[in-house]
T-cell receptor, first 110, second 113 residues
Framework: GEDVEQSLFLSVREGDSSVINCTYT??????LYWYKQEPGAGLQLLTY?????DMKQDQRLTVLLNKKDKHLSLRIADTQTGDSAIYFC??????????FGAGTTVTVRA | DAGVIQSPRHEVTEMGQEVTLRCKPI?????LFWYRQTMMRGLELLIY????????DSGMPEDRFSAKMPNASFSTLKIQPSEPRDSAVYFC???????????FGQGTRLTVV
């Protein structure tokens, strides 16, 4: 949606780090999410961060939130071929409504 | 649990025909969502049910679309009559409560010719 924007494509070499960026417009967003969609599959929640946090790390995933700039990023360390997918940024205001970005297609090349 | 189950996985139909998409949410989840995914518009929330009651249907495109949830384990999304512009992937998702993690089904790819 237009409330959440992200770049459409990212190509990364296997073993390198991937960084996917997202910006959102609503400063009252409470939760920010990263979802992964593999070909022919539904969305899978990778991680999320509360708006009062700056960073969250979960194994190879690091989420950074700059609330002042309304900027969210997802870093994937040691990117593998299995990480090739579409990654969606989403936000919500502590209710049921998720606003999704258009998705970033990540291609991992050998 | 098998996760959110949608059927059919693929549907090809002729313009004007009725289409019914089905969803079985995860047992114990009381929130259910229908989303539509297209290249042009991305992911759009069509309708949200809580405890089988439609709470927000503001995303339903027009009267040709209707959704029901007769019980906690089953929901349908119906399009009658279908049009080529309805071609999309339709996802059902469920969550334990209103603002908890939503689990998505694998989607139904609908093609209207």
């Amino acid at each position: 949606g237009e409330d959440v924007e992200q770049s459409l494509f990212l190509s990364v070499r296997e073993g390198d780090s991937s960084v996917i960026n997202c910006t959102y417009t609503d400063s009252s967003s409470t939760y920010l999410y990263w979802y992964k969609q593999e070909p022919g599959a539904g969305l899978q929640l990778l991680t999320y961060i509360f708006s009062n946090m700056d960073m969250k790390q979960d194994q190879r995933l690091t989420v950074l939130l700059n609330k002042k700039d309304k900027h969210l990023s997802l870093r994937i360390a040691d990117t593998q071929t299995g990480d090739s997918a579409i990654y969606f940024c989403a936000e919500s205001k502590n209710d049921y409504k998720l606003s999704f970005g258009a998705g970033t297609t990540v291609t991992v090349r050998a | 649990d098998a996760g959110v189950i949608q059927s059919p996985r693929h549907e090809v139909t002729e313009m004007g025909q009725e289409v019914t998409l089905r969803c079985k949410p995860i047992s114990g989840h009381n929130s259910l969502f229908w989303y539509r995914q297209t290249m042009m518009r991305g992911l759009e929330l069509l309708i949200y049910f809580n405890n089988n009651v439609p709470i927000d249907d503001s995303g339903m495109p027009e009267d040709r679309f209707s959704a029901k949830m007769p019980n906690a384990s089953f929901s349908t999304l119906k399009i009658q009559p279908s049009e080529p512009r309805d071609s999309a992937v339709y996802f059902c998702a469920s969550s334990r409560a209103e603002n908890t993690e939503a689990f998505f089904g694998q989607g139904t790819r609908l093609t209207v010719v």
